[in-house]
């Protein structure tokens, strides 16, 4: 009846000893995919990075052709004619606001003239 005890504890022990086994190695493998995760996230930055290097190369590559032969000027990385430009943009997003002012001014007296007619008619 002891042995049949020992033996008995004998193979619980070894069951626990191969289920902790089993769990290491899952846990193994989960830290290996999540490595794994990890360096393709690191690649896809990477692929992002090269992605925007180039688009800054063949931006570099447009301001040279433009710049070519000196028919753009350069001022503070800005093409002298775009400021030009920006500022002409700017005067006409001015007039248009302007111009929204006038019509709210317009608006504004057409409801003023249709209460002057609403009293009117209600006074006769």
Known sequence: RKREREEKREREREERERERERERRERERERERERERERERERERERERERERERERERERERARESEGGRERWRDG????????????????????????????????????????ERESESE
Request: proline fraction near 0%; charged fraction near 90%; hydrophobic fraction near 5%.
């Open 78 to 117: 800005v093409r002298e004619g775009e400021v030009e430009k920006e500022r002409e943009r700017e005067r006409e997003r001015e007039r248009e606001r302007e111009r929204e002012r006038e019509r709210e001014r317009e608006r504004e007296r057409e409801r003023e003239r249709e209460r002057k007619r």
